[in-house]
C-alpha cells in the first residue's frame, strides 16, 4: 500500500508551495505524525483537508514544520565573533550594510543583528532584512515582545538601551524595531534577492536533505557580493566551501570569492 504521507507531501507541495520532500523524511513524518495524532487524525490525508478546512490547524502544521526555537545572541560566543572579527572587515568602507536574516523565525536574530550592527552605525543607518516561512512567526517578531528566557544571553548594557520591563516579558525598543523589515519567503521555492554583505542562516538546514542544503549554499553565495560573508549555525559548518565560491573566514563564517 503507497504511504499516504507521500500523498500529504504531494498535496502541500500543490497547495501550499511548501515541498516537503527537501526536507529530511525521517525527522519531519515523525515530528508530524505526532502533530497528526495529539489532533485526532488516523491519516495523513484526513489531517491535510482538515487543515485546508481550518486555518488554525494550518497554521499549527507550520509552526511544527519550521520549528521555531530562537533566543536573542543564541550562543553567544559566536556573535561576538561576528562583532569583533567579521564586521570590522565587512563594514570598511560602508556607510551601511545590506544584511539578511533567512529563516528569521520570531524576530530574536534580526534584532540581535540591529543591536550588534549599532556599535558600529547609528540605528538611523542600519536596516536589516528578515524572512521566514511562517506567518505567525512573522507577526510575533514585529509585535517584539518576548518572555525574560529569551533575553539570557543578552549584555546588559543592551538590555537596558533597547528593552523595557512590561510585567512577565519584555518589549524592544521601536529604534531597534524600525531597523528589521520583514516578509514571508521560502529558502526552498522563492527568489533570492542579491548583493547583501552579510547573510546569516542558523539552525535551519540541518533538517533540510543534501541535495536541498547544496541549492540554499549556491544561492546564499550567488546573493553575496565578493567578501561578503555567511554565517550559519553550529550544527552546519559547510566542509566544502570551494564549491561555492566560498572560503572559510572563522569557523561557521564563510566569505564570498572575488
Known amino acids: 500500500m503507497r504511504d499516504d504521507y507521500i500523498d500529504f507531501i504531494e498535496r502541500i507541495k500543490k497547495r501550499t508551495g511548501i515541498d516537503l520532500s527537501l526536507y529530511k523524511e525521517k525527522q519531519m513524518k515523525r515530528r508530524l505524525t505526532t502533530l497528526r495524532d495529539k489532533r485526532g487524525f488516523k491519516t495523513f490525508v484526513e489531517y ?4 485546508m478546512r481550518d486555518e488554525q490547524l494550518y497554521y499549527e502544521f507550520l509552526d511544527r514544520m519550521t520549528i521555531n526555537v530562537s533566543e536573542f545572541y543564541r550562543n553567544f560566543n559566536r556573535w561576538e565573533t561576528l562583532r569583533t572579527q567579521i564586521l570590522p572587515s565587512i563594514k570598511e568602507g560602508n556607510d551601511k ?50 518572555p525574560e528566557r ?55 538546514l540541518i533538517y533540510f536533505t543534501e541535495e536541498a542544503k547544496r541549492q540554499v549554499y549556491q544561492l546564499f553565495s550567488q546573493s553575496l557580493v565578493p567578501g561578503g560573508v555567511l554565517f550559519v549555525g553550529s550544527t552546519e559548518q559547510i566542509f566544502d566551501p570551494q564549491q561555492f565560491n566560498l572560503s572559510v573566514a572563522r569557523t561557521f563564517f564563510y566569505e564570498k570569492q572575488a
Not at 48 to 51: G, L, P, S, Y
Not at 130 to 139: G, M, V, Y
Open 150 to 204: 529569551s533575553l539570557k544571553e543578552v549584555p546588559e548594557d543592551k538590555k537596558a538601551k533597547f528593552f523595557t520591563k512590561r510585567g512577565d516579558h519584555y518589549v524592544l525598543s521601536d529604534d531597534v524595531k524600525r531597523c528589521v523589515k520583514f516578509s514571508k519567503h521560502n529558502l526552498l521555492a522563492d527568489q533570492y534577492k542579491s548583493t547583501y554583505d552579510l547573510i546569516v542562516c542558523r539552525n535551519v
Open 48 to 51: 491535510f483537508e482538515a487543515m
Open 97 to 146: 550594510l545590506k544584511v539578511w536574516s533567512a529563516a528569521c523565525s520570531t524576530g530574536e536574530e534580526p534584532y540581535t543583528i540591529a543591536m550588534i550592527l549599532s556599535d558600529y552605525f547609528p540605528l538611523k543607518d542600519i536596516t536589516v532584512h528578515a524572512t521566514d516561512i511562517d506567518d505567525q512567526a512573522l507577526n510575533r517578531a514585529q509585535e517584539a515582545i518576548y
